[in-house]
């Protein structure tokens, strides 16, 4: 078998230039692994900040759409704003009805839908009914016991805003959703800016194959904002 010449002329640098070669994929390797590693925990810790930051914040505006899939489909679609501890409203739809509610602190206002006066209920929260649950505390639905699986998923552009996304299966703290579901999948928007969450879409389902399953879209914004919430007249 005949040699090039340049191969058997240069063949005694081979050796180290290979040796050479080998370190730097080696490093090349370790370091992306590294650096791969070291992304995954940055991401993780913007997501924990942005998850205190929501639960920590004084006030925020909310959208809330919910579809509870099935023979009987229950579909809801309010909006409103939260002040911190105890105040809060909405207005929108339920089962294709308008509602409209307010509560502060242990009193909850709301509007009869046919004559448009408000009613009063006496130390009724509303916002702890478990039917209601998800359209007056938007925030129930982000407490978890703990998230076995988190991914970063990159930036991505929402309604003109550069936001990070995430995708996570977390067990859920939440009497409603564990009643009635055990298999959670959410896909969550944070602002790398003032990281709170931003949006959130929820899909929760039964894991023995049962076709009903509920869908949630979230969306929250006007963080720390200085918003009134008085009792209606």
């Known amino acids: ?6 191969l058997m002329l240069n063949r005694h640098r081979i050796g180290p230039i290979a040796v050479v070669l080998g370190v730097l994929i080696f490093v090349l390797v370790l370091g992306g692994m590294f ?4 992304s995954q925990i940055d991401a993780q810790k913007t997501f924990d900040t942005a998850l205190y ?24 679609k309010v909006e409103g704003e939260r002040v911190m501890p105890d105040k809060v409203h909405i207005k929108g739809t339920i089962l294709k009805t308008p509602v409209e509610f307010t509560q502060i602190q242990n009193n909850t206002y709301m509007r009869d839908p046919f004559s448009g006066k408000w009613i009063t209920l006496n130390d009724v929260r509303m916002s702890q009914a478990e039917l209601f649950v998800t359209e007056l505390n938007p925030l129930s639905n982000f407490n978890f016991k703990d998230i076995p699986e988190l991914s970063y998923r990159g930036e991505e552009q929402i309604n003109g805003e550069t936001l990070l996304a995430y995708e996570l299966r977390p067990n859920v703290e ?3 959703l ?16 003032g990281k709170t969450i931003r949006q959130a879409t929820i899909r929760a389902n039964k894991t023995l194959g049962d076709v009903n399953g509920l869908e949630i ?9 200085n918003l009134k919430i008085d009792i209606p007249q």
Do not use: H
């Not at 639960?55 to 505006?61: I, V």
């Open 1 to 6: 078998m005949l040699t090039p010449r340049w």
């Open 35 to 38: 650096f791969s590693s070291r």
């Open 53 to 76: 930051n929501t639960f920590a914040s004084k006030s925020f505006r909310f959208t809330v759409e919910s579809k509870l899939l099935g023979e009987n489909e229950f579909y809801s």
């Open 174 to 176: 939440n009497i409603f």
């Open 178 to 193: 564990e009643e009635q579901f055990n298999d959670f999948f959410y896909k969550v928007w944070v602002d790398p800016k």
């Open 217 to 225: 879209f979230i969306k929250m914004w006007d963080y720390n904002r």
